[in-house]
């Protein structure tokens, strides 16, 4: 790599990675921010160690793409994006929850709509390292994600009936699986990618298939089940802040893990 995009790359992620703690420095500084967290307010907690969780794994992934050959450096800092934007509004949804015991379902997903996008992005990038792939596989998956996403939120924030929401947002997800089983993007990994990339994406779909699956027990949980609202609106929260912990910190340790190994033979051979 040469010497220019080398350090053009160290400042773009060095500048990331003040924005980020300048933001959680003004949170920390700010009169009440996060409240008073009590010692039995178990969605409270949660909410507060996975802003935290999400602050050091942004810092690994940025960190990390010194370390990899420049076609896995994209994927990588894609991944700390998620976790940078997650975090951002864990810090936010963790004080509506302390303040107010109130489900932060705009911030939720607002949060989503920036980051599964990216998530998607990120199948895309793992096909692209290592072969050319056409554009109608991105827009498919986008197309599914907004599908989704809006059922869910339709449902959610009551303006539509939730069960009617909860069968759109499945929809949008059956798209989504539909395209990286046996859509195009499937076809081209199976054909094309080398061991590391085709055990990434594999894993990867299953995170998709498992990992997702979480969000809508979720949403179940939380608003189809006739339980009281105050332990709907645990259940809700503490299963959605399970699942951003496998989807967005466990999702990029396993793009971490391909990136790496490949850049190591990639390195060793060119030695050799
Ligand atoms: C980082 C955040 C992620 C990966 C969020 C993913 C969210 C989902 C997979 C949500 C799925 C939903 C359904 C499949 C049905 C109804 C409602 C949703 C939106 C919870």
Redesign the pocket.
């Known amino acids: 790599m040469n010497l220019t995009s080398q350090s053009l790359f160290s400042k773009v992620s060095g500048l990331a990675m003040l924005g980020l703690l300048s933001t959680s420095t003004a949170f920390a500084a700010s009169p009440g921010g996060g409240g008073d967290l009590k010692s039995d307010d178990i969605v409270g907690i949660s909410f507060w160690i996975i802003s935290m969780a999400l602050v050091a794994a942004t810092a690994f992934f940025f960190l990390e793409t010194q370390r990899v050959t420049p076609k896995w450096k994209t994927s990588l800092t894609v991944s700390g994006l998620v976790t940078m934007i997650?975090a951002t509004h864990y810090f936010y949804m963790r004080d509506v929850w302390v303040a107010t015991g109130n489900t932060p379902t705009v911030f939720r997903y607002i949060d989503?709509l920036i980051?599964?996008p990216l998530?998607m992005v990120e199948f895309y990038l793992i096909l692209s390292a290592i072969t050319k792939v056409p554009g109608g596989v991105f827009w498919r998956l986008m197309i599914g994600t907004i599908v989704?996403?809006v059922?869910?939120y339709l449902g959610e924030a009551g303006y539509m009936n939730a069960m009617v929401a909860?069968i759109i947002?499945?929809a949008g997800?059956a798209f989504i699986l539909w395209e990286i089983f046996l859509g195009e993007a499937g076809k081209i990994n199976a054909n094309s990618a080398p061991p590391a990339v085709q055990s990434a994406f594999s894993v990867m779909r299953w995170i998709v298939v498992v990992g997702?699956a979480i969000?809508?027990i979720g949403?179940f949980l939380g608003y189809l089940t006739g339980a009281s609202p105050e332990k709907s609106m645990v259940m809700l929260n503490v299963v959605y802040n399970f699942a951003?912990v496998v989807?967005?910190i466990a999702f990029g340790v396993i793009i971490w893990i391909a990136a790496t190994s490949e850049s190591d033979k990639a390195l060793s051979s060119s030695k050799a």
Do not use: E, H, I
Request: glycine share 16%; proline share 5%.
């Open positions: 997650a989503w980051t599964v998530l989704m996403l059922g869910g909860f947002g499945m997800w997702w969000y809508p949403y951003d989807n967005k």
